[in-house]
């Protein structure tokens, strides 16, 4: 009954590595979402997109880039890995119909780490 | 720019004993305001979506309440089941999300 899938549960990679994050939904929405959690900051999104091939920067895109050749799957990117990266990054979709509010699906969330 | 402030930031609870969570904020055309629950170390799961003042949703223990300026998490009679942090998010026109910081809950048996 999985419908939001993160590839990794936890990552470890070193600093000034290219770091892929990969996220696969099986629900045919539009709009994905990447965000950060981290500690008394809340989640804080890094890019969306609402279509194939579009992307858009949301509160925090410093660093990472995005991917979207296929409705399904959303890869983030972190082109060179950062301690200050270091966080629970937490991939998510929703639909997108007519002027109705729809909630996210979130998936189980990476834990990375930069060492 | 769309504003979610959550307090308390903490709450422990006894077994049993009620308590309400606040949900305050601010944004320009409000299409929704959504209540998620996270356990520790797994992603945000959907509650309420809550759409319009005076708007009311139950869930067993949890009802969630709206007006125009923040909405409310009432738990009642909890059990140690329900600690979690609980998240309060609104959308705007842009389809996108904003999250407050959660209140994290913990029941004692």
């Known amino acids: 009954d999985v419908k939001v899938t993160q590839s990794s549960r936890y990552l470890v990679k070193r600093t000034g590595e290219k770091v892929f994050l990969e996220c696969v939904q099986d629900?045919?929405?539009?709009?994905m979402f990447w965000y950060r959690q981290d500690p008394g900051l809340g989640l804080r999104l890094i890019y969306f997109s609402y279509d194939v091939k579009m992307k858009e920067k949301g509160d925090i895109p410093e660093g990472y880039s995005v991917s979207r050749e296929k409705k399904e799957r959303f890869s983030l990117i972190l082109e060179s890995a950062s301690t200050n990266q270091t966080s629970m990054y937490l991939c998510a979709s929703s639909s997108q119909r007519g002027d109705r509010a729809y909630g996210y699906t979130f998936g189980s969330g990476t834990r990375l780490t930069v060492v | 720019e769309d504003q979610v402030t959550q307090s308390p930031e903490a709450l422990r609870l006894q077994e049993g004993e009620s308590s309400s969570l606040n949900c305050s904020y601010t944004?320009?055309?409000?299409?929704?305001l959504f209540w998620y629950r996270q356990d520790p170390g797994k992603g945000p799961e959907f509650l309420f979506t809550?759409?319009?003042a005076g708007e009311e949703k139950e869930k067993e223990r949890l009802k969630a309440t709206l007006t125009k300026k923040e909405s409310f998490l009432h738990i009642t009679a909890p059990k140690p089941e329900d600690s979690a942090t609980y998240l309060c998010?609104?959308?705007?026109?842009?389809?996108?999300?904003?999250f407050g910081a959660g209140t994290t809950v913990t029941v004692r048996a």
């Open positions: 998010a609104v959308q705007a026109d842009d389809y996108k999300l904003s």
């Open positions: 629900m045919d929405h539009e709009n």
């Open positions: 944004v320009s055309g409000l299409r929704g």
């Open positions: 809550l759409y319009s």
